[in-house]
């Protein structure tokens, strides 16, 4: 049985490793780094000192490894685990700091990153809906292996469970759980203030409505899925398209769009509901 000096011990000791390893990111000391993953390999699968977090700021050795632009070393974390879209005690996340540093090949790997993983989980939840029979992601139907939901980069298909505080924010129950804007409202959060959508986004999100409307052109017909924060559906509007369509499946989201106006708008039909059941409408 364990002695609280024991577990004193073992608290300082691990502080000691993330104080260490958040040093070796911010100098972008690689082999040191690699060295501390290595040593955390032997007690966890992925090696949870990619992800762990200062307990007093919250930052992680992603979002310093951001902050500095050390790609390399920002691409061998992703790979082990780090969770792109934790954020710190100051509602940040690793793209927020790369986007303040103008580290635009970090921010172009971490969206990256993100992408990849929302295809990742994506695959596992139809994968585990298929092999149950059927049935909606969050709502009973099926159970999700977390295995297979794996980050991007180094799969561990033997790997245990990681803690829910490592877990990637897109989950397979969100649309039956609440989520939030912060005060500021430069973060969409869901109920483990797990960062959804972030306002260091938008610079990507306005660059995307220019190319699929041809390079900013008028009078085109748009469709977003999933309006988040509203960044891109927004920066639609200033192109002024002939028709404008929204697909929000969260009603806490949808909410929001119906208290700013949206519904409002000439030019856009909203469309409550999971995009695979409005599509065919």
């Known amino acids: 049985m364990s002695t609280p000096t024991a577990d004193n011990n073992s608290q300082q000791t691990e502080q000691q490793k993330v104080q260490a390893m958040l040093q070796a990111c911010a100098e972008g000391n690689i082999p040191l780094a690699q060295s501390l993953i290595e040593q955390s390999l032997q007690q966890s699968m992925p090696p949870i000192i990619a992800s762990l977090q200062d307990e007093k700021t919250g930052i992680s050795p992603l979002m310093v490894a951001a902050d500095g632009g050390h790609f390399e070393l920002c691409k061998i974390l992703l790979e082990y685990g780090a969770p792109w879209n934790a954020v710190d005690r100051r509602g940040k996340c690793a793209g927020n700091y790369a986007t303040e540093r103008q580290h635009w090949h970090v921010v172009d790997l971490l969206v990256d990153a993100g992408t990849k993983a929302e295809l990742i989980l994506g695959a596992a939840i139809r994968h585990s809906m298929q092999m149950s029979g059927g049935g909606e992601a969050g709502g009973g139907g099926g159970i999700m ?135 065919p409408k």
């Open 145 to 279: 292996d977390h295995s297979a939901a794996a980050t991007v980069g180094h799969q561990y298909p033997n790997a245990p469970p990681r803690p829910v505080d490592h877990e990637p924010c897109t989950k397979p129950d969100y649309l039956s759980h609440k989520v939030r804007y912060n005060a500021a409202n430069t973060a969409l959060l869901d109920q483990d203030d797990d960062a959804i959508m972030m306002e260091w986004e938008r610079p990507l999100m306005e660059a995307h409505a220019s190319i699929i409307t041809g390079n900013s052109q008028r009078n085109k017909i748009v469709l977003n899925v999933g309006f988040g924060m509203g960044i891109i559906d927004t920066a639609l509007q200033k192109l002024e398209p002939a028709m404008h369509y929204i697909i929000e499946a969260h009603p806490d989201v949808y909410r929001k769009m119906v208290h700013d106006g949206w519904d409002k708008k000439s030019n856009v039909r909203v469309c409550f509901g999971r995009w695979q059941d409005e599509m």
